[in-house]
């Protein structure tokens, strides 16, 4: 694509979301030139916080299909367009409703506690939501000491190092973080020997024992802003650089791995961006009664952060 093209693109766009009355909001994964056209780019947390509070009449979510299903929740009067409906998080795929049905049957006693990244079926059969930014502070929150949490294992994990709870997880993970081993980490923090090492709790537990911080990416973006911060080795997946390097010009950031990729936060584009806008669609929709369910779930997380 030409330089002329690409800027014609952008131009119809931005003039399409006006006319719409819509707004952008891009995940910290998506690709540079998505970022690019957005009004507002985050993390899960900061995405739903923004989706609550916008005045437009239409939301264009550039993400993951459940990012524009939290939208779609919580703000039942919009239209929420998700520019590639085949966006999907596999981690939120690995558990059902009804596979959450029989668990609880399990465990009775439990507070069923979901990550963000979960259908809205699976939100409405749970307790409270949490995200990568807030985990923590929600679970020590709860009166429950006996916690189900569904459905990442390594985030269960990471909590359980840092609140006094007896958790229960699901066997689910992210299969992008995974590939993010301890050897990139110490490799890199020999050759770098004055860069933080920061990554993502859906990170495997031991390339958590080598970091020097567990961030959510918000909380990534934040930390690069330090001002004794000059350096960075980033775990988690590689579009978050593209942000940091621009608000940080003169810092170093260094990808944890080259494999860290998500394909799925990589099927939206700027053409399909601007045929969604067009056509309206793809429309992402819940059911009213898995609606009310779900939001009551994502509304306690948002009320203690
Ligand atoms: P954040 O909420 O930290 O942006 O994480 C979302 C996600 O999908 C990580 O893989
Ligand atoms: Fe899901 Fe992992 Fe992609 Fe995040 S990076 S959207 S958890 S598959």
Same mark, same amino acid.
């Given at each position: 694509?030409?330089?002329?093209q690409d800027?014609?693109?952008t131009e119809r766009?931005?003039?399409?979301k006006?006319e719409?009355?819509?707004v952008?909001l891009?995940?910290?994964? #998506?690709?540079w030139? =998505?970022q690019d056209i957005a009004?507002?780019?985050?993390?899960?947390?900061e995405?739903?916080?923004? +989706?609550a509070?916008?005045a437009a009449?239409?939301?264009v979510f550039?993400g993951?299909?459940f990012?524009?299903e939290?939208?779609a929740i919580?703000?039942p009067?919009?239209t929420?367009l998700?520019p590639d409906?085949h966006?999907?998080?596999?981690? +939120? /795929?690995?558990i059902?409703a009804?596979?959450?049905? #029989?668990?609880?049957k &399990?465990?009775p006693e439990t507070t069923?506690v979901?990550y963000?990244?979960?259908?809205?079926?699976?939100?409405?059969e749970?307790?409270?939501c949490? $995200?990568? *930014?807030?985990?923590?502070?929600v679970?020590? /929150?709860?009166?429950n000491n006996?916690?189900?949490? =569904?459905p990442?294992q390594?985030?269960?994990?990471y909590?359980t190092?840092?609140a006094?709870?007896?958790i229960?997880?699901?066997?689910?993970?992210?299969?992008?973080?995974?590939?993010?081993?301890p050897w990139?980490? $110490?490799?890199?923090k020999k &050759?770098?020997?004055r860069?933080?090492?920061?990554?993502?709790?859906?990170?495997?537990?031991?390339?958590?024992?080598v970091?020097d911080?567990?961030?959510?990416t918000?909380g990534m973006?934040?930390c690069?802003?330090r001002?004794?911060?000059?350096e960075?080795?980033?775990g988690?997946e590689?579009?978050?650089i593209?942000?940091l390097k621009?608000?940080?010009p003169?810092?170093k950031?260094?990808?944890a791995?080259e494999q +860290? =990729?998500?394909p799925?936060m990589k099927?939206i584009?700027?053409?399909?961006v601007l045929? *969604?806008?067009?056509e309206? +669609?793809p429309?992402v929709?819940?059911?009213?009664?898995?609606r009310?369910?779900?939001?009551?779930?994502v509304?306690?997380m948002?009320a203690? =952060?």
């Open positions: 694509m030409t330089m002329s800027t014609s693109l766009i931005l003039k399409l006006r719409r009355n819509a952008i891009a995940h910290n994964y #998506q690709l030139e =998505v009004d507002f780019v985050g993390d899960s947390l995405l739903s916080q923004r +989706a509070q916008t009449r239409v939301i550039c993951v299909h990012m524009a939290t939208a919580l703000c009067a919009m929420v998700l409906e966006a999907g998080c596999p981690m +939120a /795929n690995m059902t009804e596979q959450l049905r #029989q668990k609880k &399990e465990l069923v979901c963000i990244n979960s259908t809205a079926e699976v939100k409405a749970s307790d409270i949490v $995200t990568s *930014s807030n985990a923590v502070k679970i020590e /929150n709860l009166d006996e916690i189900l949490f =569904v990442d390594y985030l269960a994990d909590v190092t840092q006094d709870k007896k229960n997880f699901w066997p689910g993970y992210c299969p992008t973080h995974i590939r993010i081993q990139d980490i $110490t490799t890199l &050759e770098n020997p860069a933080i090492a920061v990554v993502h709790p859906e990170c495997r537990p031991e390339v958590i024992a970091a911080e567990v961030l959510s918000g973006i934040r690069a802003q001002e004794e911060v000059r960075m080795i980033i988690t590689l579009g978050i593209h942000r621009k608000e940080n003169g810092k950031f260094i990808p791995s +860290a =990729v998500c799925n099927l584009t700027l053409e399909k045929w *969604s806008l067009e309206m +669609a429309q929709k819940v059911p009213e009664e898995i009310v369910r779900a939001k009551a779930t509304d306690k948002l203690i =952060v």
